[in-house]
């Protein structure tokens, strides 16, 4: 039989593919979702964990977003397995500080939210809640899990959602205003 190895997937397809190796690696929808609602919640108290359950899932089915996940937690996997080769190997399983590419993958799903999204992610990125620490603390060195790259998609996930909830919660604003009408657009 032919091997299988496709190369293009629907976005439905891209949804599960992410959802299962975020399982795979230890992360629910809904550990994101909760970073995005515990973050969003402070600025907006219409902001509801569905509403950003519902965010991370349409951002988990974008094409860009799908690369940069299978990507990140591939290098994870590979540097937990220890085969990727010295020295970029030990930087990666030590999680060096000052190694920043890990960073560079999340400010990249991030930005696909514009300046409020990367402000976000550099909340989270600084101050570590929830799954995004907890992913940190198991892979520290020492222990046999590598989450280099995966803390920071995770975390940036979980910033692109918040700010997609603020953004719908500002066009719902626009819509509820007496001064507002609606204006037809074939697009
Ligand atoms: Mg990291």
Redesign the pocket.
């Known amino acids: 039989m032919k091997e299988n190895k496709r190369i293009y997937f629907s976005r439905e397809e891209m949804f599960v593919l992410n959802r299962d190796l975020l399982l795979e690696r230890g992360v629910k929808i809904e550990d994101i979702a909760q970073i995005a609602f515990n973050q969003q919640s402070k600025y907006n108290p219409k902001t509801t964990l569905k509403a950003c359950i519902e965010s991370v899932e349409k951002i988990l089915t974008y094409r860009d977003i799908f690369h940069i996940v299978q990507l990140g937690v591939e290098i994870d996997r590979l540097a937990e397995e220890g085969k990727l080769r010295s020295p970029i190997q030990d930087v990666i399983r030590a ?1 060096l500080g000052m190694f920043g590419i ?2 560079i993958f999340g400010l990249e799903v991030a930005k696909m939210y514009g300046t409020i999204g990367e402000t976000n992610f550099g909340d989270i990125d600084v101050n570590k809640p929830g799954i995004v620490k907890e992913l ?1 603390e198991r892979g520290k060195p020492g222990t046999n899990e590598c ?6 998609i995770v975390g940036a996930l979980a910033a692109a959602a918040s700010t997609r909830v603020a953004q719908i919660l500002s066009e719902e604003e626009a819509k509820r205003d007496p001064n507002y009408e609606p204006i037809r657009m074939d697009i």
């Open positions: 999680d890990d960073e940190n989450h280099t790259f995966l803390d920071d």
